[in-house]
């Protein structure tokens, strides 16, 4: 694990590194500059292949998650008018919670951003059923996000 925060001449720059032993990294760096004024975002967020299990730890027994998490995000815009880059995988999506009416046998999910608006796509399957996720999100107005989700199953 490394962190570094540094504030100087009005700019916060955050960088950090988690590396989780054979279970994936985690990796940021991420600018706000101009902090009394006009708090310009910058960076980037980079997920490499953090996998779900390491969740399985906190689940009772003969509970599991399994899948894995890939992003390549870039920050830019402000803070009042963000804008968001990149995609977010989550892939090969395993369940199997006490909590959950059905243990998800298959799923993928990928959210796409671009500047102030987003796309959703995924798919979970389970034994019995098939389902198809859609989406969008616009956050262009922050005062006022908007958001839409679709959900088809077979």
Not at 38 to 49: K, M, T, W, Y
Not at 88 to 96: D, G, H, L, M, S
């Amino acid at each position: 694990l490394t962190l570094n925060a540094d504030i100087q001449n009005n700019n916060l720059v955050l960088k950090t590194d988690i590396n989780v032993h054979n279970q994936g990294r985690i990796v940021s760096d991420i600018h706000l500059n101009d902090l009394a004024k006009n708090r310009q975002l910058g960076g980037s967020l980079a997920i490499e292949r953090l996998s779900l299990s390491i969740a399985n730890q906190l689940l009772t027994q003969g509970e599991s998650v399994n899948g894995e998490v890939v992003s390549k995000l870039r920050f830019g815009g402000n803070l009042e008018k963000p804008l968001l880059n990149g995609d977010f995988n989550i892939r090969n999506i395993r369940t199997k919670l006490k909590s959950m009416p059905v243990n998800i046998t298959d799923g993928d999910i990928v959210l796409r951003f671009n500047d102030n608006r987003s796309t959703l796509q995924g798919k979970i399957e389970t034994v019995d059923s098939h389902l198809n996720l859609t989406g969008r999100a616009n956050w262009a107005n922050i005062e006022h996000w908007t958001t839409e989700l679709n959900a088809q199953a077979n």
